[in-house]
């Protein structure tokens, strides 16, 4: 089983769930949604920061999203969402976290006319930040959700073209979404690829079911992703811990390594 495995849990969660990713080995992506943000007590995240370091367990993050969106047209949303993204970062001094998971916000159906203001909205936002990601030795990567084909996320990534900022690949949201094969995401995108999202569904809702319970092609998957991004993160996007331990299993029947 790879050991880079990591599994989704809101900041909320993290302490109660704590004692079991320790003893299970499996590496915590702490979610922090926008209310988390505002009542953070930062003396219990760097309690729990160095639990989880004294074990030797890795650590992601994934940004709050909702209502927020880095290339909007709208500059007090782009100031919330920097806002936002601020205060990530600093939680990400104490977490040290391998890549901090971050959502573009586009989608066609909003930004169709607007997509080069989008995107030249996007690459000021995240140029803003690159720096700090370096400093903090993390990695922001830009998740995939309404695309329907990669050409957003790519020219967002060739113009910044920076290390510190790459992709995560959510190959749910690419099952409910895309109209591209997955041979085509990763060839466009495959090198840019430091973490994945991993769950299932059956191409109609986000449903976050174990691998191999849903319509993806996980053999498909899996072969990808070991060719064009043997480095990257996995975590296993379940909404309970009973989702968990079935993906977990069902991963083995892949025979990753």
Excluded at 114 to 138: C, H, M, Y
Excluded at 208 to 228: A, C, D, K, M, W
Aim: charged share 25%.
């Amino acid at each position: 089983m790879k050991n880079n495995i990591h599994a989704h849990v809101p900041y909320g969660r993290l302490a109660e769930h704590l004692e079991y990713a320790i003893t299970n080995g499996i590496n915590p992506e702490v979610f922090f949604p926008a209310e988390a943000l505002d009542h953070l007590v930062w003396e219990e995240l760097a309690t729990l920061a160095g639990e989880l370091h004294a074990t030797g367990l890795k650590t992601t993050i994934h940004a709050p999203f909702i209502d927020l969106n880095p290339g909007a047209v709208d500059p007090s949303i782009r100031a919330a969402s920097r806002h936002r993204i601020r205060q990530v970062l600093k939680a990400a001094e104490l977490l040290r976290p391998q890549v901090v998971v971050v959502h573009p916000g586009y989608d066609d159906l909003h930004y169709g006319e607007n997509r080069l203001t989008w995107l030249k909205n996007s690459i000021d936002f995240w140029q803003e930040f690159v720096p700090q990601a370096r400093e903090l030795g993390t990695i922001l990567a830009v998740e995939n959700i309404y695309e329907k084909e990669p050409s957003t996320i790519k020219a967002l990534l060739d113009a910044i073209d920076d290390p510190c900022f790459r992709h995560c690949f959510d190959v749910g949201h690419w099952n409910m979404f895309t109209s591209v094969t997955l041979e085509e995401w990763f060839r466009e995108l495959g090198s840019y690829i430091v973490e994945s999202h991993i769950h299932d569904n059956h191409g109609r809702r986000d449903e976050h079911l174990p691998v191999g319970e849903g319509t993806i092609n996980f053999e498909q998957f899996f072969s990808l992703l070991r060719r064009y991004a043997p480095a990257a993160v996995w975590t296993i996007e379940a909404h309970n811990t009973e989702h968990l331990q079935r993906a977990l299993k069902n991963i083995q029947n892949h025979r990753i390594s």
